[in-house]
């Protein structure tokens, strides 16, 4: 399968979305990304239980305090996505992007 | 309960037998004197007594003590409320002895409704005392003559004491229990929270009479009159401890609309009937609210006139 | 424990506005615990910090740190060496912390970014509940282990007043009227009678009525035991 998805996504793998920490998204908005999503497995197929469900509190979290700041929460989403679906990672990809490109470049330079 | 305590005309009536009415007034949102006059008329030779609130729902009024003291001086028997929200124990011997100093002879002693009730919820509550210890100040200002903390008092103020009882609130099977508290405490008579549910009252005062705090307390029975089905409504939606049967609404808008407080007064009027009869109650006391118009009335239909 | 809850970022935005150098300085003690004022969440705080004032476009240096308790001077003058380095101190202590904190350096302002509410503990993961009021003289025992002077809107020795139903506080549907719970205890185990008699009234000296409180054990002041 050679899908092809946008070059201005930096992958950043991490053993189960349930290590993503609420600083590392906010890191990332700080240092200047104009969106971050997290990836995680489907929801009920953490092989982990849970880190998906984590991790998806942890966006909410943030996209709370981006609205706080009066910065659209849209700059940070949660996908869930098995590994077997290459083609939907490329599909959210391309969303994710669109949808950044809709907002703007982050007011956070 | 022979000799007098106080010497208030409400304690006359009731240590001589009689079936007492007394009846309430709600002091002005201002300094309006001359409304509170107004209100008097329809009071005077209606009933008793007359309890004047106390910043009730926690709606900033003139105060009951100067409510009470222009009832005094307009010739009225007024019976102060005082709640435990407002003031400390400091505040409030001193204004129990200020109320004795301008006539007054009864006190209604209660925890008052919440601030958040009210129109300034932002307050800081109070309750150094809850209305219990209440009732057991006023006692002990009267039969020991002293202060809270032993000092004698120099004219001790007598006053006839007097305690609330919602029966409708919950746990129900409790509800005895603290009145007996509150008669022990002190409480010469008890007032009840406007009854709707009467088969529930009913069984309270059954308890009451098995417990026999009617021979210990004079109680008398709240009674509102409906002025329509919509206020009746509002009552048993949003006043905190009301217990309102849907059946009582039904008959309210089972008239038509310009029946409806005619209806609402004849619903009283078969109440004040029942408790005539009922063993353990010694009295009614009659909340019309902001209808104090009607009580002339309403006490002429129940044939409670002339007032002893 | 101490709860409290994190003031917004409006109004931290707004105290540290005019200050290009902060530090943002949690407690490992209780607001640790309650998740509001700990080294993650000085480390979220300061982030949000850096972004929103990037935002601004008046960019901002912030540094957190966390203490090991700020009521202790033991662990406050460990901010000795640095505490000049910034022209803003923001703690998300309870507000003990910024009094220790403010008494050690004189100099610095400290900002407390969370609003101290009460003492009391989680009664399931996210929702804290208060338990006791601090009067300074306990009697739980005797309203069956609940304080109604904590759990009580209106602090009643002699309750349930007229405004109680169905176990429910008159004034927040959502907060269990805790003289029904006494009572109930009481009649389930047969206990009625202690809730007839008047108590005493209660002397408030011992609360914060009585002036600020100071307790002092002299076996310590004199040295370790």
């Not at chain 2, 029966?167 to 129900?172: G, K």
């Not at chain 3, 943002?24 to 615990?33: N, R």
Request: aromatic content about 6%; hydrophobic content about 40%; charged content about 25%.
């Amino acid at each position: 399968m050679r899908l092809s998805y946008p070059a201005n996504i930096k992958i950043i793998q991490v053993p189960c979305t349930g290590r993503v920490d609420i600083i590392h998204l906010m890191s990332a908005l700080e240092d200047g990304a104009d969106g971050v999503y997290v990836a995680g497995c489907l929801e009920g197929e953490c092989h982990y239980l849970e880190g998906n469900y984590k991790a998806k509190r942890k966006v909410a979290y943030v996209k709370n305090v981006l609205t706080e700041l009066g910065i659209e929460p849209e700059r940070v989403a949660m996908y869930n996505l098995s590994s077997a679906q290459g083609a939907r990672f490329a599909e959210i990809a391309n969303d994710m992007v669109k949808q950044i490109r809709d907002l703007g470049p982050t007011p956070v330079r | 309960m022979t000799e007098t305590k106080s010497g208030s005309n409400l304690e006359k009536v009731l240590t001589a037998g009689h079936f007492a009415f007394t009846g309430e007034c709600g002091p002005p949102k201002g300094a309006n004197a001359q409304h509170l006059k107004e209100k008097f008329k329809y009071l005077k030779g209606s009933v008793d007594c007359v309890n004047m609130t106390d910043n009730q729902t926690a709606v900033v009024r003139m105060s009951s003590l100067a409510g009470c003291a222009l009832m005094v001086a307009d010739g009225l028997e007024p019976n102060f409320q005082m709640v435990c929200r407002d003031r400390n124990r400091l505040a409030m011997m001193s204004d129990i002895l200020g109320a004795y100093a301008l006539g007054v002879r009864n006190m209604l002693c209660l925890s008052g409704d919440h601030q958040s009730f009210g129109n300034h919820p932002e307050a800081k509550n109070v309750h150094d005392i809850d209305s219990m210890q209440l009732i057991a100040l006023v006692k002990k200002m009267r039969d020991e003559g002293k202060f809270l903390n032993g000092e004698e008092i120099d004219v001790p103020p007598k006053m006839f004491i007097g305690a609330a009882c919602n029966p409708f609130a919950d746990p129900f099977e409790f509800r005895v229990h603290r009145l007996a508290t509150k008669i022990s405490a002190g409480a010469d008579f008890i007032q009840t929270q406007c009854i709707f549910n009467m088969d529930k009252f009913r069984d309270f005062m059954k308890q009451v009479v098995d417990k026999g705090l009617h021979e210990r307390c004079y109680i008398l029975a709240g009674v509102t009159p409906m002025k329509n089905a919509g206020m009746a409504n509002f009552m048993s939606k949003y006043v905190p401890g009301m217990d309102i049967p849907d059946s009582l609404i039904k008959r309210l808008k089972g008239v038509d609309k310009r029946d409806q407080a005619e209806e609402g007064i004849k619903i009283a009027l078969e109440q004040i009937q029942e408790f005539k009869e009922m063993e353990g109650v010694a009295g009614v006391h009659l909340m019309a609210i902001e209808w104090e118009h009607k009580v002339p009335e309403i006490a002429e239909r129940a044939g409670v006139l002339p007032r002893p | 424990m101490i709860v409290a809850d994190r003031k917004s970022l409006e109004e931290i935005l707004g105290m540290v506005a005019d200050r290009e150098k902060i530090l943002i300085l949690g407690c490992k003690g209780c607001v640790t615990v309650c998740n509001v004022g700990g080294l993650k969440e000085a480390e979220i705080l300061a982030s949000t910090v850096r972004i929103a004032r990037k935002k601004e476009g008046k960019p901002v240096e912030v540094a957190h740190r966390v203490l090991e308790r700020q009521c202790d001077n033991e662990y406050v003058t460990q901010l000795a060496d640095t505490v000049a380095d910034y022209d803003a101190v923001v703690s998300m202590a309870c507000g003990v912390g910024p009094q220790f904190l403010s008494e050690m350096y004189p100099d610095q302002v400290f900002f407390p970014a969370v609003n101290t509410t009460f003492f009391g503990g989680a009664v399931q993961h996210g929702v804290w509940e208060e338990r006791c009021a601090g009067c300074g003289a306990c009697g739980i025992h005797l309203f069956g282990g609940l304080c109604p002077i904590a759990r009580c809107a209106k602090s009643l020795l002699h309750g349930p007043c007229g405004g109680s139903a169905n176990g429910i506080c008159e004034v927040h549907k959502d907060t269990a009227c805790i003289w029904d719970a006494i009572v109930k205890k009481k009649m389930d185990t047969g206990h009625l009678e202690d809730l007839v008699a008047v108590k005493p009234f209660k002397d408030w000296r011992t609360a914060r009525d009585g002036g600020p409180r100071r307790s002092i054990r002299e076996e310590l002041v004199k040295g370790n035991i």
